[in-house]
């Protein structure tokens, strides 16, 4: 199993970014996926996660209204689209398997400006 997290960096407040995570390794389709976010010397939260085959969607409060998760279960990727980012939004963000807990490595979002 391959969890692999691109598109972070730095960003201005109001600014957007879209990360991406792509799977191999397991059956990406049969998966729900989630996008955690983590900050010095806080523990992981959950942002956003999404069903196996993409109609169910779930947010942060945080995050609703701001953040679009989505799938292609084509190219068994799960992209997290970041928009209107606040200086609160800088963290680690990691893609999340639940049934295998499983992590990617994480990617670094930054605003700032």
């Known amino acids: 199993v391959q969890l692999v997290e691109s598109g972070g960096g730095l960003v201005q407040p109001g600014g957007s970014l879209r990360l991406s995570c792509a799977a191999s390794g397991f059956t990406f389709s049969s998966y729900h996926m989630s996008w955690y976010r983590q900050t010095l010397r806080k523990e992981r939260v959950l942002v956003a996660s999404i069903t196996s085959n993409g109609v169910g969607t779930y947010y942060a409060d945080s995050v609703k209204g701001r953040f679009i998760i989505s799938r292609d279960n084509a190219k068994n990727t799960v992209y997290l689209q970041m928009n209107s980012l606040k200086p609160e939004d800088t963290a680690v963000y990691y893609c999340?398997?639940?049934?295998?807990?499983?992590w990617g490595q994480g990617t670094q979002v930054t605003v700032s400006s």
């Open positions: 999340y398997i639940q049934t295998i807990d499983y």
